[in-house]
């Protein structure tokens, strides 16, 4: 058995998970983010024991402890080198962890953990590498080369939403401007569907959002599917810019296989059909050799713990 945790900035969530991928048992409890790692250490350390507990298992029976970290991570030091929402800052979590398990702890990225878990829950000899795309608040990437996860010389590669995509366009939270996320993330449908009912006000674009009492990550998609041509205009864009992101992943990488995650996935053929069509048209090397697949990903919410246990097999 593995385990793994996916430490989050409001919660944090373990699971039990097998050989095969299979979560037997998970729990979670509140991120006492403002407290410092020992506080994070202990909570894990209590979820772990409650784990074991209700799964009647021994800590023989680990094999390995994973954590998925939202940040930047040194996994040979077992050091969380910093992340935004968590007040860790250079904090030895693996080595005090270990203090309560004396396991092995492996610490990554926990978008790599969920591009991990989505590459094992694939289950497909052929492919080795892969690129775990999640639409959600943000855009998070996560790179798996020969079945690893690549995270460059510093630990902080697969930042795929922060490629610029037009140059001087919407501001980014990072800083910059145009980048892949400011098209691609819910946040951006968002943003541009509010654009859209304030130009066209008598659309039923507008008429959904007003009885809704908001407008949220569906909005469009529903109008959309409904016949609004308002709402086609910004869904229409919204996939051209997905696909174009993934086009300059799959020219940069060329994967075996590319699979998109995040709330926006749940549109499943109607989000695919329209990107796989742009980018087999504009990729580098079309009909010249065999280009990516591309697919709606599997484990949604799970896959951080799936990637988190398996850093270990």
């Known amino acids: 058995m593995y385990l793994g945790i996916d430490l989050g900035g409001t919660g944090i969530k373990i699971g039990m998970v097998d050989e095969s991928g299979n979560i037997i048992y998970s729990s979670s409890c509140p991120t006492r983010a403002n407290d410092g790692?020992?506080?994070?250490?202990?909570?894990?350390?209590k979820?772990?024991?409650?784990?074991?507990?209700?799964?009647?298992?021994?800590v023989k029976d680990i094999k390995s402890i994973g954590i998925g970290v939202p940040g930047c991570v040194d996994n040979a030091k077992g050091e969380v080198i910093y992340t935004a929402n968590i007040d860790m800052l250079h904090a030895p979590l693996a080595v005090e962890l270990k203090?309560?398990?004396?396991?092995?702890?492996?610490?990554?990225?926990?978008?790599?953990?969920?591009?991990?878990?989505?590459?094992?829950?694939?289950?497909?000899?052929?492919?080795k590498n892969l690129i775990a795309?999640?639409?959600?608040?943000?855009?998070?990437?996560g790179i798996i080369i020969d079945g690893k996860i690549f995270a460059g010389s510093n630990s902080v590669a697969g930042e795929l939403g922060h490629m610029v995509i037009k140059?001087?366009?919407?501001?980014?939270?990072?800083?910059?401007?145009?980048?892949?996320?400011?098209?691609?993330?819910?946040?951006?449908?968002?943003?541009?569907?509010?654009k859209a009912i304030e130009k066209n006000p008598d659309s039923l674009l507008a008429k959904n959002a007003k009885e809704e009492g908001e407008v949220n990550g569906k909005t469009a998609f529903d109008a959309a599917w409904a016949g609004c041509e308002v709402a086609k205009k910004v869904v229409d864009d919204y996939f051209n810019a997905i696909a174009e992101g993934l086009t300059n992943i799959v020219n940069i990488f060329q994967p075996q296989a590319i699979v998109i995650?995040?709330?926006?996935?749940r549109q499943g053929d109607k989000l695919l059909n329209p990107i796989k069509e742009h980018v087999y048209k504009y990729c580098y090397g079309t009909g010249l050799v065999d280009i990516a697949?591309?697919?709606?990903?599997?484990?949604?919410?799970?896959?951080?713990?799936?990637?988190?246990a398996f850093l270990g097999k």
Do not use: H, Q
Not at 37 to 45: F, R, S
Not at 136 to 141: A, E, N
Not at 293 to 308: E, F, H, P, R, T
């Open 167 to 194: 140059s001087g366009g919407e501001k980014c939270g990072c800083g910059r401007c145009g980048c892949w996320e400011a098209y691609a993330s819910a946040t951006a449908i968002i943003r541009e569907t509010k």
């Open 47 to 58: 979820l772990i024991g409650e784990t074991l507990k209700e799964t009647n298992k021994e």
């Open 293 to 308: 697949k591309i697919s709606i990903a599997k484990l949604g919410n799970d896959a951080g713990i799936v990637g988190a």
């Open 261 to 265: 995650g995040g709330g926006v996935s």
């Open 133 to 141: 795309i999640t639409l959600g608040t943000g855009v998070g990437g």
């Open 37 to 45: 790692y020992k506080v994070i250490a202990e909570d894990m350390a």
């Open 99 to 127: 203090k309560y398990y004396d396991l092995p702890v492996y610490l990554a990225n926990d978008a790599d953990c969920a591009a991990l878990g989505e590459y094992f829950a694939l289950n497909d000899e052929s492919v």
